[in-house]
């Protein structure tokens, strides 16, 4: 069918909206989709959809039509890419387990930060899944950290019924504070340093009223953040008395580059995590291109365009090594030339400084 969707820019004779309405209905019904969903798709209403697959939409028919054959293309697409399989424990994951599991413990407040790209907020993901069900996982976006927009998420998260879909910042509090005293329940905010001090301070509050231990993880200013919060005088050291570690995992991956062996090792990642993590992908990868994966994934990227770990950087240039190379992803498996394609296909010239780091890497690795 993704053949037959028309998603260029033109304007589709009557037969032509009518063969995408009915690829569109075999589409919906195979994947027991709704109009809402496709709605949902394309930003539009339910009752425009069902309009349009009964052949009742007044307006522009053509372009609606493209616009969802164009989202269910994009779908299909999505669909085709490799698709993951268990979750690997990583040094780092196991590092950052240990963390989550002692301020459980404690019942207190804990802190782990570190680069972007090492896998924070995925492991931590895992780790709510596995180890705390209860708990409530919660992402930081930027301009979303206020406390009215804090809590009406977390309100949201708790997934009480009868609730309004607003609530004021004291309003918000009071009902989580119901729901939530003496639970235990864990509380993960991911990307924590998003939160502006009144917002992490409120929160702090919220584990004095019911004794749920919190984890913040976010980026490097998230330590500075919390430091911060003692010269502001509405807070002291009222936050910082809370938390009971602060986990540095740039300290931990800084210690391992410079071979002082953090986690028992030279490197961030070991070859076996590597090899382990993309096969989880269920895709085979030639022996030097499973090397060149290890290398991008533990070196050092500053000033290349990208944060220092490059562990997303190297699951990037693995996944549109696939895109590319549909046939390998299919069964032949990916070589070291499909990768280095892909490589300098991100990064343009800025690859070439990124693969010498890399070759550096694998001779000091294998030595």
């Known amino acids: 069918m993704a053949k037959q969707l028309v998603t260029e820019d033109i304007e589709l004779t009557p037969d032509q909206v009518q063969l995408e309405i009915e690829n569109v209905v075999r589409w919906k019904d195979s994947m027991g989709k709704s109009n809402s969903d496709l709605a949902r798709m394309i930003g539009s209403q339910s009752s425009t959809i069902g309009e349009l697959l009964a052949g009742k939409y007044k307006g522009n028919q053509s372009r609606l039509a493209r616009e969802l054959t164009a989202a269910i293309a994009a779908d299909l697409d999505r669909k085709a890419l490799p698709k993951r399989g268990r979750f690997v424990w990583t040094q780092i994951a196991l590092e950052m387990r240990g963390i989550v599991k002692y301020v459980s413990k404690t019942g207190m407040m804990g802190a782990i930060v570190g680069e972007s790209g090492i896998g924070k907020t995925m492991c931590m993901e895992m780790i709510r899944e596995m180890h705390y069900p209860s708990g409530i996982f919660l992402t930081i976006a930027k301009n979303s950290g206020s406390p009215a927009k804090f809590f009406n998420a977390l309100l949201r998260k708790l997934r009480s019924r009868g609730l ?18 003496g639970s235990g329940r864990l509380l993960i905010i991911d ?29 490097p200013p998230l330590n500075l953040r919390i430091q911060d919060s003692v010269d502001d ?25 410079a071979g002082k062996g953090g986690l028992g090792q030279r490197w961030l ?99």
């Open 164 to 181: 309004k879909k607003r609530y004021s910042a004291p309003d918000a509090f009071d009902l989580i504070e119901q729901a939530l005293a």
């Open 233 to 257: 005088p509405r807070i002291g050291g009222a936050l910082v008395g809370r938390i009971c570690i602060i986990q540095d995992l740039h300290q931990v991956v800084a210690d391992c580059r």
């Open 269 to 367: 990642f070991s070859k076996d995590e590597i090899r382990e993590l993309f096969a989880r992908y269920q895709v085979s990868v030639d022996a030097a291109g499973i090397s060149f994966l290890w290398g991008l994934a533990n070196t050092s990227s500053a000033g290349c365009g990208f944060e220092s770990s490059a562990l997303r950087y190297a699951v990037a240039v693995f996944i549109l090594a696939c895109e590319a190379n549909p046939g390998a992803a299919l069964g032949k498996g990916l070589t070291l030339i499909m990768l280095r394609r892909a490589n300098r296909a991100c990064r343009g010239d800025i690859c070439l400084e990124l693969e010498h780091r890399v070759e550096e890497f694998l001779k000091t690795a294998t030595a």
């Open 191 to 219: 990307e924590a340093e998003n939160l502006p001090l009144v917002t992490m301070n409120d929160l702090r509050q919220l584990h004095d009223a019911t004794k749920c231990p919190v984890v913040f993880v976010g980026r």
